[in-house]
């Protein structure tokens, strides 16, 4: 069985038209689907993940992407409830600002102040890179540069370097992975790249749209290898909610 790790963004509720990349779930809605987890799934944390710890029920990892302040002020008080733990990646050039590579975008990222309490509440702090730059555009010499960067400044800030990296806008290349490598990450992990080996780890998008049953097939193990299976991308679906998925509007 194949572990899921789920990429979401921020938590709160927005009307449509104010979330036209679909990165923002209700806190409804969210509720809902960590009671699903709590119920059907293991969740477990990105490091359990990576382990390869967890039989029997598929296993889950939480992440969110972009370190909006809602996953500290609607996330964290959830997630407690429900004894899960979490990882934030924060674009570390942003931080106490708000996600402005996003056209239009004003949603707040967490202070350094609130990742310190993030942390202490059970979310794991990790990179989202320096300047939410997409690095699969950019070359090695760049990518090392920003992740370097981001690197050493969550080091200042939590007093230990990064493991893990998300790849802004969910999308890596050759360059990138080798670039998280060399700067010392132990895992990279993409969204919109299909990705493959330790600094390529494909996640799941949630997205506002995800109904009960795509929420429940997105975290079964099996909705990556559709999400990319030629058949699928054809059109040739076998699962509904599979196509669907093609429509994600995801981003990260
Ligand atoms: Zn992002």
Do not use: C
Not at 37 to 56: F, K
């Amino acid at each position: 069985m194949t572990a899921s790790v789920l990429a979401y963004h921020g938590v709160e509720a927005r009307p449509a038209e104010q979330d036209p990349n679909g990165i923002f779930t209700p806190p409804d809605v969210f509720e809902e689907q960590m009671a699903f987890l709590a119920r059907r799934r293991n969740v477990v944390t990105l490091d359990e993940l990576l382990r390869g710890t967890g039989r029997g029920r598929p296993s889950v990892a939480i992440t969110f992407d972009d370190g909006f302040r809602s996953v500290l002020t609607e996330a964290a008080p959830i997630l407690e409830r429900f004894g899960f733990r979490a990882t934030v990646f924060v674009p570390t050039a942003w931080i106490g600002k708000s996600n402005e590579w996003d056209a239009g975008g004003n949603a707040p990222i967490m202070s350094a102040e609130e990742l310190v309490e993030a942390r202490s509440r059970g979310i794991d702090v990790q990179s989202h890179g320096d300047a939410h730059v997409n690095l699969a555009q950019e070359g090695y010499d760049e990518a090392v540069r920003d992740l370097t960067k981001s690197s050493d400044r969550l080091e200042a800030l939590l007093g230990e370097r990064p493991r893990f990296v998300a790849y802004p806008w969910g999308a890596s290349s050759d360059a990138t992975t080798r670039a998280a490598e060399a700067v010392g990450f132990t895992a990279g992990f993409t969204i919109n790249t299909k990705g493959g080996g330790a600094f390529a780890r494909a996640r799941v998008p949630v997205t506002p749209l995800d109904s009960g049953r795509l929420f429940a097939l997105k975290t079964s193990g099996r909705y990556l290898e559709l999400r990319w299976s030629a058949p699928v991308r054809a059109g040739y679906a076998v699962v509904r909610p599979a196509v669907r998925a093609l429509f994600d509007r995801s981003r990260a």
